[in-house]
């Protein structure tokens, strides 16, 4: 007799051929070289049209291109405009994946409905971060992230069902903000189906510490931002100064930090990244620029991740 499946077990089943996939790493030929492997934030590009990003995206050495919603873009709310079919059309026009979403406005305990969308979509990621409170520490931190995680672990199984990861981002204005944190999360849900969207530009900017966390997260860093502090996104600086939040442009030393994810093998995407001010416009007035400063950028990292060796 065939036994009978739940709903839940039905759902869990026909992800599992996907899950296998999407959480494996993507495989390097044993004698290539460590190499990043490059995704595109659409907010980048402020609120740019998604048929205007898209070319981009392989200009700059990205194969993936990850959907940002207001304030910071408005790609998510134009996939809902064009609807998801034309998206896909769009994304197979211009050889471009879908990797990950990050929709910070729905908030971690609401994205259920942007894992299906995702999952539709090819994508393998939905990120956010946790909310607060913030700044708590010991046993006020120990037993909130304890709460949190309760609370978190039907998200993180709605994750497992459709062969997804949950990232979260690592906000300073968060619960889960420090490496203690993090590791307690991943120490109270140890699935694969969740991990840290590890943005250094959040932590001390202390590039032994940085790379240290980075070989701790291991396998359960699912998603990297290159991304520094410099002189800060919150308040509106000449433009210089505000390009500091990225490799080449700030004073971080990012040798450390590659050599740590070359380590610990990391196969996860890289995003090289930065907050304009005010939100929601392109990081340089042209979509040309902002893709040749990506490049600057990039070219920065490989040129460190030579030095490592």
Request: glycine fraction near 8%.
């Amino acid at each position: 007799m065939t036994p009978h499946l739940t709903r839940r077990d039905f759902h869990r089943h026909c992800a599992a051929l996907a899950a296998s996939s999407l959480l494996a790493r993507p495989a390097f030929a044993a004698d290539e070289p460590f190499r990043l492997n490059y995704i595109v934030a659409s907010a980048m590009y402020g609120k740019a049209p998604l048929a205007e990003i898209l070319p981009e995206v392989r200009k700059t050495g990205a194969e993936y291109i990850e959907i940002w919603a207001e304030r910071h873009g408005n790609q998510r709310e134009q996939i809902d405009e064009m609807g998801p079919d034309a998206f896909a059309d769009l994304l197979a026009k211009h050889d471009v994946k879908l990797g990950s979403f990050t929709c910070f406005k729905y908030g971690i305990f609401n994205m259920q409905g942007e894992m299906d969308l995702v999952r539709r979509l090819g994508g393998d990621m939905v990120i956010c971060n946790t909310g607060g409170p913030k700044g708590l520490t010991g046993d006020d931190l120990k037993s909130a992230v304890s709460q949190f995680a309760a609370k978190l672990r039907p998200h993180v199984e709605a994750a497992e069902d459709r062969g997804l990861i949950l990232g979260v981002e690592n906000h300073s204005g968060s619960l889960v903000s420090s490496p203690e944190s993090q590791q307690m999360l991943l120490d109270a849900i140890p699935s694969e189906h969740l991990g840290i969207a590890l943005a250094p530009y959040h932590l001390p900017q202390d590039p032994s510490l940085l790379a240290g966390h980075i070989r701790n997260l291991g396998e359960r860093l699912v998603h990297f931002q290159a991304w520094e502090h410099g002189m800060g996104c919150m308040t509106k600086l000449p433009k210089e100064q505000e390009l500091m939040q990225l490799p080449h442009r700030g004073p971080l030393d990012w040798t450390p930090l590659l050599e740590a994810l070359k380590q610990i093998d990391y196969r996860g995407r890289t995003e090289i990244f930065m907050h304009p001010v005010p939100r929601g416009i392109p990081i340089l007035e042209s979509t040309a620029a902002v893709t040749d400063e990506i490049n600057d950028a990039r070219k920065y990292l490989e040129s460190r991740l030579e030095a490592v060796g």
